[in-house]
């Protein structure tokens, strides 16, 4: 978006389309380094990564439950 102010002190935008804008500069992300992260956020992502692994563990059982592995009734 660029701003625009004409003779009568009028502000006006034009608002570009982002593959006619010019291209800017991206950030390396070697350059922004390591994110600390507090006690719990630490905790938080290990809560999430158990949660993660018992669901796919849950569809890995009902999968081979519904192959018949483990003597199901169907």
Known sequence: MVKYTDEDQTTYYEVLH??????????SYKDVGLIRMTPT?????MA??????LMIALVFYRVLQETGLFGGKH
């Open 18 to 27: 982002p593959l006619d804008d010019v291209p800017e500069q991206k950030l």
């Open 41 to 45: 956020v630490r905790l938080s992502l």
């Open 48 to 53: 999430l990564r158990v949660y993660l692994l």
